[in-house]
């Protein structure tokens, strides 16, 4: 119990990393998977395409290999980059932001396939109800589209948020000291892993549980007066 509470300061910076971690995933994952759901239900098949290569390469390569080839393999394009444009002489990719863009990409693509499942839920006539009024396409989106949208996402959205927080765990392969980081690095300087692997354990499980708990909340919310189907 001592060493938890000497180590105390050190796994805080490790959970503060990982929420930072996970929400800032999580944004570019939204802002990914809407791109993707737009692509996807565009009428030109081009885009189509580009957004069915995208969905399709991520949800069959492993996280960890998408992690790894994004922080190393990016460093050096960028560095080659810089080689032929001269631009910059060495780039060295932040661990913080590198698990950002790999997490945020890998779920940018689940992202899509929960927006565009949640958009073709919208019933048609809605659409056109504002259509047949005069509302501008973004009146209609603000209105119309958006409420539906978070209504019908927000369950596969749920699964996709706390999926990626536990995802998060991988960015301790690259060196950034998230929870499980922090927690092995303290487990060892202590030789007891399992007491400090326990601490990381019961982290991801709190957090978990008040987000399960605050997402369904606000399911509840957008779902108020709606009959559900039996």
């Given amino acids: 119990m001592e060493n938890v509470i000497a180590y105390s300061p050190f796994l805080m910076k490790g959970v503060t990393v990982t929420i930072a971690l996970s929400v800032c995933s999580i944004l570019l994952a939204v802002a990914l998977g809407l791109l993707g759901a737009a692509g996807k239900l565009s009428e030109r098949l081009w885009v189509q395409r580009i957004a069915g290569i995208y969905i399709t390469i991520v949800r069959g390569i492993p996280d960890l290999v998408v992690m790894l080839l994004l922080y190393f393999g990016g460093q050096v394009l960028l560095n080659q980059i810089g080689a032929l444009t001269g631009l910059w002489t060495y780039f060295e990719l932040n661990q913080f932001v590198a698990g950002v863009i790999a997490i945020g990409f890998i779920f940018g693509a689940y992202m899509s396939e929960t927006f565009r499942g949640a958009y073709m839920s919208i019933p048609v006539g809605m659409i056109e109800a504002g259509v047949s009024v005069g509302m501008t396409r973004i009146t209609l ?27 998060t765990a991988l960015v301790s392969v690259i060196g950034l000291e998230d929870i499980v980081y922090n927690g092995f690095a303290a487990g060892r300087a202590t030789r007891e892993p399992f007491t400090f692997m326990l601490i990381a354990l019961f982290v991801y499980l709190v957090l978990t549980i008040l987000s399960d708990t605050g997402l369904r909340a606000l399911e509840r919310r957008y779902t108020r007066g709606v009959q559900r189907g039996v």
């Fill in 141 to 167: 989106f603000r209105r119309v589209i958006w409420p539906q949208l978070v209504r019908y996402a927000l369950p596969g959205f749920t699964n996709n948020w706390l999926t990626l927080m536990k995802t």
